[in-house]
């Protein structure tokens, strides 16, 4: 079993800017990717960003050039900075790690980003 610790949300007004950060422990393997996903009020999940232990990166179009997500492998972790927040940003964010062998998925327990305009 994986577990992710997300911490980092919050209230924020139109174009300010959060660090989230997510921490994982237990069985974790080498080769995998983490990442951040968001799900808005009566809409479905939605990938923000990736990467993988190789470095490989890839945002949602809606963030590119906002976001920048990181990782320290040595201390299993992965942040995502966020700049020039919209009130579209408002969502519950989940840290998520993915063994890209065995495909096993967890998740985090979400942390809340509100963006007043």
């Not at 980092?8 to 990717?33: D, E, Y």
Request: hydrophobic content about 35%.
């Amino acid at each position: 079993q994986v577990q992710l610790v997300e911490s980092g949300g919050g209230l924020v007004q139109a174009g300010g800017s959060l660090r989230l950060s997510c921490a994982a422990s237990g069985s974790l393997r080498a080769v995998n990717v983490m990442g951040w996903y968001r799900q808005a009020p009566g809409k479905q999940r939605e990938l923000v960003a990736i990467i993988d232990s190789g470095e490989f990166i890839d945002y949602a179009t809606s963030v590119k050039g906002r976001f920048t997500i990181s990782r320290d492998n040595d201390k299993n972790t992965v942040a995502l900075s966020m700049n020039s927040l919209k009130p579209e940003d408002t969502a519950v964010y989940y840290c998520t790690r993915r063994h890209l062998i065995t495909g096993d998925q967890y998740w985090g327990q979400g942390t809340q980003v509100t963006v007043s305009s």
